[in-house]
């Protein structure tokens, strides 16, 4: 087993309900949650559509990058997700940040996720569950944070379970 890291967002329906009916799916598929952070509130990019909530987790796996990569899109078209175009509202967002220390860079794929130093949605969420410098990037979550811009970013009392549930 390895653990990988797995950003969530969604914008659309009932917003909670998605990310925890995600990670439920990603643990019924070889993916369980192990840590999961609080959900934050977060405006959206373009700022024309609903807000987001976002929460990031830390799952077990033996899957390969690009067979949990499969598996994360199969959760997002199992939960509604339909080819909208890039940055439209979702029920469903699962993106691969992370999947041990391993780099992956692939036509379909790019371990870690390339956006990660800008987007405050994904780095304050992954504070909460990754404390130690980031594979690659060699800074902690927290030493990212400062370099973006966190206003509207606010932390919510939802609350997610990690783990097989269902």
Known sequence: MSEAILALGSNLGDRAANLQAALDLLAERGATAVRVSSVWETPPVPADQPRYLNAVGAVETDLAPENLLAVAKEVEHLLG??????????????????????????????????????????????????????????????????????????????????????
């Open 81 to 166: 997700r339909r080819p909208t175009g890039r940055w439209r509202p979702r029920p469903i967002d699962i993106d691969l940040l992370f999947c041990g220390e391993h780099e992956v860079t692939s036509e379909a794929l790019t371990v870690p996720h390339p956006r990660i130093a800008e987007r405050a949605f994904v780095l304050l969420p992954l504070a909460e569950v990754a404390d130690d410098p980031l594979p690659v990037l060699g800074r902690t979550a927290a030493e990212l944070i400062e370099g973006t811009d966190t206003d509207g970013h606010e932390r919510t009392g939802v609350g997610l379970r990690a783990g097989a549930w269902r």
